[in-house]
């Protein structure tokens, strides 16, 4: 199915998504974009739909095209203090923030959103694969994640966060069962399954 361009005609629309919500280690990357109505390209999709190449051909063609985009990261400080998904809203809204242009209408991946200000927003489950500019977004917010944890890759790379970008993969486990959890991972989450269990 093809994206569609606009949820709202006539408006400036921008659509925001966030990346590494499931993750074990890193922060939550989101982004928010405002695309041109003319914008076209065949590749654009949802990014989890793309290759990694893919996505890093898209990046620059959103930067240089869109009317305006902005990228947050909030850290896994903040994450275990207000929570993933208070930490994505916050995300979305920093990102929101960092745009040059301000948006009429604000359409959001997801169906939970916090008002940004007094501006209109709507929230759309799979709204990566239904709209441009949300799919934009999730493209950048993707891209600058999977580059930060490559980045801490070199500090810890016996977390293999260059293949898994800090997704709950068997190895990532194994590895902080035998090493312990880093700075980057999220305490309050189920880093083990085991933590489920108590040790009588």
């Known amino acids: 199915m093809a994206l569609q361009k606009f949820y709202l005609k ?8 966030e990346a590494g919500r499931g993750c074990l280690a890193g922060p939550v990357v989101a982004a928010a974009v405002i695309l041109p109505a ?16 893919q996505r ?4 620059p063609i959103i ?14 400080e903040k994450i275990d203090e207000i929570n993933i998904l208070q930490a994505s809203i916050l995300g979305m809204h920093k990102a929101i923030k960092k745009l040059a242009i301000i948006p009429e209408h604000i359409i959001v991946d997801g ?14 489950v799979k ?9 934009a977004a999730s493209v950048l917010a993707k891209t600058y994640r999977d580059e930060f944890m490559e980045k801490i890759d070199a500090e ?5 966060w260059k293949q898994n970008k800090g997704y709950p993969t068997k ?10 959890p880093t700075c980057y991972h999220r305490k309050t989450f189920k880093l083990l399954p085991e933590q489920l269990k108590l040790k009588l």
């Open 38 to 53: 003319n914008f076209e390209h065949p590749l654009l999709n949802d990014s989890k739909q793309l290759t990694e190449n």
């Open 10 to 17: 006539n408006c400036v629309e921008a659509g925001t998504d």
């Open 111 to 124: 169906n939970k959103f916090k008002p940004y200000k007094n501006i209109p927003h709507t929230t759309i």
């Open 171 to 180: 190895k990532h486990r194994d590895v902080i069962r035998e090493c312990g």
């Open 127 to 135: 709204g990566d694969s239904k709209f441009m500019s949300i799919a």
């Open 63 to 76: 930067e240089k095209e869109a009317l305006a985009f902005g990228v947050s990261f909030i850290s896994e």
């Open 156 to 160: 810890f790379p016996m977390y293999l």
């Open 56 to 59: 890093q051909i898209l990046r």
